[in-house]
């Protein structure tokens, strides 16, 4: 039987990198996808194949998934974990900004699911892993737009999860936690960029050095362990609906299940720092 083949988007950096390694690690010919291609020099070295592709853009979404089923045939797990955050104030986050996240975190996810689908449904198997965050789960103040992209794609995993399953194709979640990336770099730039000066200066210089402070200590967990319980996933006879794992992520799930909303509201300003 020839090997399985995976896809991995966001594979040029952080989780995805570590995930198409643990995929390759097991087996797998996998595909690494990002728009960097410089960036996936790395793993093609180690035999992982690169692919240009961004996920807003359906032609490249198209081309990338014809040509892995030209090469190998078939696609047995597609990881969407192409993704940001674009933190800032609800009220000055500009609205294209926030559709291109939306864009980016959920649009392309389930484009390429729907793409990678009719595959999984010919081959009576498949799994398709969505990451969203334990940001799916819970909420910050000034990540708004970004916790709506992640519960969007809870729900939206959720609903396929339930249609799939007739086809033989799993839909598995994973949540990860403070995870060290180039992730919390990013969304603090964009928080900045939105809201630095005017009405919410003080709460978004709180949030950004919270961001700032998390990805530069030792604190978050390495990439490696989502790319582990990716691995724990896709070899599971049946896996687990959803797999949150990394820094934090358990305790504030079950925090946010337990508390009520304005006590959690209390716990989570404090944790950031926000003004009172
Ligand atoms: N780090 C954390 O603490 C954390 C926590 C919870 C959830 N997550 C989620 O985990 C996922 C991976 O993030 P990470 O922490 O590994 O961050 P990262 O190091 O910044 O990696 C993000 C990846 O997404 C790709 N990407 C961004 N926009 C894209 C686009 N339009 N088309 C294709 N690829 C795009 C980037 O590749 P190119 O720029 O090269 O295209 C990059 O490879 C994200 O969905 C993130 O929201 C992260």
């Not at 993704?83 to 900004?97: C, I, R």
């Not at 006879?237 to 934090?248: C, M, N, V």
Request: aromatic share 6%; proline share 5%; net charge positive.
């Amino acid at each position: 039987m020839p090997a399985k083949t995976a896809l991995v988007t966001g594979a040029s950096s952080g989780i995805g990198e570590a995930t198409a390694l643990k995929l390759h690690e097991l087996g797998y010919t996998v595909y690494g996808a990002a728009r960097r291609t410089d960036r996936l020099q790395k793993l093609a070295d180690r035999g992982i194949r690169p692919l240009a592709m961004d996920v807003t853009d359906d032609d490249s979404m198209r081309a990338g998934i014809e040509k892995i089923t030209a090469e190998t045939g078939r696609i047995d797990v597609l990881v969407n974990n192409a993704g940001y955050g674009s933190y800032g104030a609800l009220e000055d986050v500009p609205l294209d900004e926030a559709r291109y996240q939306f864009e980016v975190n959920v649009f392309g996810a389930i484009r390429l699911t729907q793409l990678v689908l009719p595959r999984m449904r010919a081959q009576r198997s498949g799994t398709v892993l969505n990451v969203t965050s334990m940001g799916g789960k819970i909420y910050t103040p000034l990540g708004g737009w970004y916790h709506g992209t992640k519960f969007a794609l809870e729900a939206l995993s959720d609903c396929l999860r339930l249609e799939a399953k007739p086809f033989g194709v799993n839909v598995v979640v994973i949540e990860p936690g403070g995870i060290a990336t180039e992730w919390g770099a990013i969304a603090a730039d964009k928080l900045e960029k939105s809201s630095a000066d005017g009405a919410y200066a003080a709460q978004a210089a709180a949030v950004a050095s919270s961001l700032r402070s998390e990805a530069n200590t030792n604190r978050n967990s390495p990439p490696s362990v989502i790319a582990d319980a990716i691995g724990k996933a896709v070899t599971a006879r049946r896996p687990k609906t959803r797999y949150a794992t990394g820094f934090g992520a358990r305790p504030l799930i079950a925090l946010r299940r337990i508390l009520p909303d304005r006590t959690f509201d209390t716990v989570i300003s404090r944790a950031v720092g926000m003004p009172r």
